[in-house]
């Protein structure tokens, strides 16, 4: 078994907060969007397998499939008896039937996963790893199919209006980011703390001036506003924040969160609505709009509500966190 990188747990711990954080809608939300994403596809990048097998297939599947459709079927089963009842939802009089559809198509937004939006993630990020399993067989030609692929994937919704299955164009773009962490996990691996800091300084300038040059994207909604602009933008950010805790950031609790994004991106909108029941019934609070300090404060109390469940998927069902066995 690969041995953990305690900074790369980090960083997905402080990527995970920032979608915790970003889902409700701070004013730091359009920078946010700039590299969350495109961090989370960098690392994953960082641990994809030089070996092409199909049982590296199969494993990845395990990792990432069976955990969506598990969580996806009990979110589905809770929205079914009691979320779709109450709130946001309520107001919509969203389709069950759409909604079960969306478990296998997990894309779709509101109308088809309203139990779980956050989850599309999963299956979008396995046909990621699936393209680059193809990229990499490709030989010699493997970066013009990489260059192909990743250009297609802008290309395609504005030919085609409906979104597509597993979000398999923002997979294609995605690709840009988990082919930048494949090709140089070694240099943040290995590369010596002068050079790596010189790095860091030079694309955290390069990443706070390309903000101002593009609008808010979304990776979910297929919205980049300016592509190069987006790519260069999600690179420079991604290695930033990668070099940063590297170099110059401890904090536990993050690396401690990062090991359980599977289960944040599934429980995160529940902990919310257990935030404004508490909030509505028990505070009697009338009018729910938080003010910034609120927004960061209840994204932790989100995280700090989750980890109790943290404590029973280790113990009886790791497979909701990607782990076939106990740990």
């Given at each position: 078994m690969r041995r953990?990188?305690?900074?790369?747990?980090?960083?997905?711990?402080?990527?995970?907060?920032?979608?915790?954080?970003?889902?409700?809608?701070?004013?730091?939300?359009?920078?946010?969007?700039?590299?969350?994403?495109?961090?989370?596809?960098?690392?994953?990048?960082?641990?994809?397998?030089?070996?092409q097998t199909r049982e590296v297939i199969a494993r990845r599947a395990k990792y990432l499939l069976v955990p969506y459709f598990l969580w996806a079927s009990i979110l589905y089963v809770f929205w079914f008896f009691a979320g779709r009842k109450f709130g946001e939802s309520a107001a919509y009089h969203l389709s069950p039937l759409k909604n079960f559809a969306g478990i296998f198509y997990a894309q779709g937004g509101r109308e088809y996963m309203d139990w779980g939006i956050p989850l599309w993630f999963l299956p979008a990020m396995f046909l990621t790893f699936l393209l680059f399993y193809l990229v990499r067989s490709a030989g010699k030609y493997q970066y013009l199919l990489l260059a192909l692929l990743v250009v297609s994937g802008f290309l395609i919704p504005g030919f085609v209006p409906r979104k597509l299955p597993w979000s398999l164009d923002v997979a294609m773009v995605?690709?840009?980011?988990?082919?930048?962490?494949?090709?140089?996990?070694?240099?943040?691996?290995?590369?010596?703390?002068?050079?790596?800091?010189?790095?860091?300084?030079?694309?955290?300038?390069?990443?706070?001036?390309?903000?101002?040059?593009?609008?808010?994207?979304?990776?979910?909604?297929?919205?980049?506003?300016?592509?190069?602009?987006?790519?260069?933008?999600?690179?420079?950010?991604?290695?930033?924040?990668?070099?940063?805790?590297?170099?110059?950031?401890?904090?536990?609790?993050l690396s401690y969160i990062g090991k359980y994004t599977i289960p944040i991106l599934a429980m995160q909108l529940r902990a919310m609505t257990v935030i404004k029941a508490f909030l509505i019934y028990v505070a009697g609070r009338q009018v729910l709009d938080f003010s910034e300090g609120e927004r960061l404060l209840y994204s932790v109390v989100q995280i700090l509500l989750m980890i109790p469940v943290f404590f029973l998927i280790d113990k009886y069902a790791p497979i909701l966190n990607g782990s076939p066995k106990k740990t």
């Amino acid at each position: 078994m690969r041995r953990r990188i305690d900074w790369i747990d980090q960083v997905k711990g402080w990527a995970i907060f920032l979608v915790v954080y970003g889902h409700n809608f701070p004013v730091t939300e359009k920078y946010i969007y700039t590299f969350h994403m495109p961090l989370f596809f960098m690392i994953a990048g960082f641990f994809h397998p030089r070996e092409q097998t199909r049982e590296v297939i199969a494993r990845r599947a395990k990792y990432l499939l069976v955990p969506y459709f598990l969580w996806a079927s009990i979110l589905y089963v809770f929205w079914f008896f009691a979320g779709r009842k109450f709130g946001e939802s309520a107001a919509y009089h969203l389709s069950p039937l759409k909604n079960f559809a969306g478990i296998f198509y997990a894309q779709g937004g509101r109308e088809y996963m309203d139990w779980g939006i956050p989850l599309w993630f999963l299956p979008a990020m396995f046909l990621t790893f699936l393209l680059f399993y193809l990229v990499r067989s490709a030989g010699k030609y493997q970066y013009l199919l990489l260059a192909l692929l990743v250009v297609s994937g802008f290309l395609i919704p504005g030919f085609v209006p409906r979104k597509l299955p597993w979000s398999l164009d923002v997979a294609m773009v995605a690709l840009a980011f988990y082919s930048a962490g494949f090709y140089t996990f070694s240099f943040f691996k290995n590369a010596p703390s002068a050079s790596a800091r010189r790095i860091l300084v030079l694309t955290g300038i390069l990443h706070a001036v390309l903000y101002f040059f593009n609008s808010k994207v979304d990776m979910y909604r297929s919205e980049y506003g300016r592509a190069v602009v987006f790519l260069l933008n999600g690179w420079a950010g991604s290695t930033f924040y990668l070099l940063l805790f590297r170099e110059l950031i401890r904090f536990p609790f993050l690396s401690y969160i990062g090991k359980y994004t599977i289960p944040i991106l599934a429980m995160q909108l529940r902990a919310m609505t257990v935030i404004k029941a508490f909030l509505i019934y028990v505070a009697g609070r009338q009018v729910l709009d938080f003010s910034e300090g609120e927004r960061l404060l209840y994204s932790v109390v989100q995280i700090l509500l989750m980890i109790p469940v943290f404590f029973l998927i280790d113990k009886y069902a790791p497979i909701l966190n990607g782990s076939p066995k106990k740990t």
